[in-house]
């Protein structure tokens, strides 16, 4: 009887250790389900933060990509301004009469440089039927500083070949106002100029007249031609004038002189 008490106790000895191994297993196993829950728990945080990040800079990409710090405007009789972002590339095309909502509808210059898009624009069957009639062609340009305004005048290629053709700067101050008014940069520069010599000129009469019917009237005012810019359309495309964003005067925004201009001009 002893004997198997002593057994009986060894045994319940070997099945206690078992409990306690099996236990200790339990543990162990749950202490790394845990870590490896905490683990994926951070790997997620970190991916979606990771996403976050890529997202932001995405969205903040597409932002600039797709806002227009320049302009530039074209005005014969369709009148057109062309968005521009800050790498140069045309990101918008506003039409500003009945005309130019068609040829912004109708180009397909999105997200060319604005050089591509005004040798596209000039070049087009459209305003072709109004360059091989003679029609006058406006060039206005705002870069938002004076040395940029410059540069893209001067970047404007075709400014310097085409007959009958005018590219000057315009500030910022300006192209604001011409928008307000509802008029192209181009326009908004006659009407100041027609404005000296007939005060009740309205910004909506100016709007429905060609750069050409412009010209004309104030011609018949001042006795002398009208040069956008108040360059000379000499030949060549000799720029004359000192200022982007002149109006009529030597530096940005004066009123008296020449800003920056390119352009021939033939009678």
Request: proline letters at 1%.
């Amino acid at each position: 009887m002893m004997i198997l008490n002593a057994i009986h106790n060894a045994l319940g000895g070997i099945h206690a250790e078992d409990e306690l191994k099996t236990r200790t297993k339990a543990s162990v196993a749950a202490a790394i389900e845990s870590k490896k829950r905490a683990r994926r728990r951070m790997t997620a945080a970190v991916s979606a933060a990771a996403c976050a990040v890529i997202f932001s800079a995405a969205a903040i990409g597409w932002n600039i990509y797709y806002t227009p710090v320049y302009a530039l405007g074209i005005d014969i009789n369709p009148s057109l301004e062309l968005g521009i972002n800050r790498f140069d590339i045309v990101v918008s095309v506003t039409g500003y009469n009945e005309d130019g909502i068609a040829l912004a509808e109708s180009a397909d210059i999105k997200n060319m440089s604005y050089t591509d898009a005004v040798d596209t624009l000039l070049n087009s069957d459209a305003v072709k039927e109004y360059t091989d009639g003679g029609a006058d062609v406006v060039v206005t340009v705002n870069g938002g500083s004076e040395s940029k305004t410059g540069e893209m005048v001067t970047a404007v290629e075709s400014c310097h070949s085409a007959s009958g053709m005018h590219c000057y700067g315009m500030s910022s101050e300006d192209a604001d106002e011409a928008r307000s008014l509802g008029l192209s940069m181009g326009k908004y520069g006659a009407y100041l100029e027609l404005k000296k010599y007939d005060p009740d000129i309205t910004a909506d009469e100016v709007a429905s007249m060609t750069m050409r019917d412009l010209r004309e009237r104030i011609k018949s005012y001042s006795g002398e031609d009208y040069y956008p810019g108040g360059g000379q359309g000499a030949a060549g495309g000799e720029c004359a004038g000192d200022g982007a964003g002149a109006r009529n005067g030597n530096g940005a925004g004066a009123q008296n002189g020449s800003g920056h201009h390119h352009g021939r001009h033939s009678e």
